[in-house]
């Protein structure tokens, strides 16, 4: 079993950035991949970044790539989303999620364990 926590969002200015968080309950998290996704006001939940069990494999929505990066420190359980140049509609819901068993995926329906969401606004 894994719980998520995650943290670091808020309202920031379009151009900005912010770190969100995901800390992660348990002793399996270096065994798990780590995905991020959003979801915005009256639209369905979508794939923003996901991270390989080492770290040694990274992958974008093309909507982030090159502003987003994701990264984790499996010594401190945790997991990160680095959002650069923020755009107003990265205005969402983000949370991470944890697969049980198997490779990264940008399925949201194949991660087993998810954090309850972190807000992050972007203003004009």
């Known amino acids: 079993q894994v719980q998520l926590v995650e943290s670091g969002g808020g309202l920031v200015q379009a151009g900005g950035s912010l770190r969100l968080s995901c800390a992660a309950s348990g002793r399996t998290f270096s065994s798990h991949a780590m995905g991020w996704f959003r979801q915005a006001p009256g639209k369905e939940r979508e794939f923003v970044a996901a991270?390989?069990?080492?770290?040694?494999?990274?992958y974008y929505a093309d909507s982030v790539k090159g502003r987003f990066t994701i990264s984790r420190d499996n010594a401190k359980n945790t997991a990160y989303l680095q959002m650069n140049s923020l755009k107003l509609e990265d205005t969402a819901v983000y949370y991470c999620?944890?697969?049980?068993?198997?490779?990264?995926?940008?399925?949201?329906?194949?991660?087993?364990?998810w954090g309850q969401g972190t807000r992050v606004t972007v203003s004009s």
């Open positions: 999620a944890a697969r049980g068993i198997g490779p990264t995926t940008a399925q949201a329906r194949q991660y087993d364990y």
């Open positions: 991270i390989t069990w080492s770290g040694g494999g990274t």
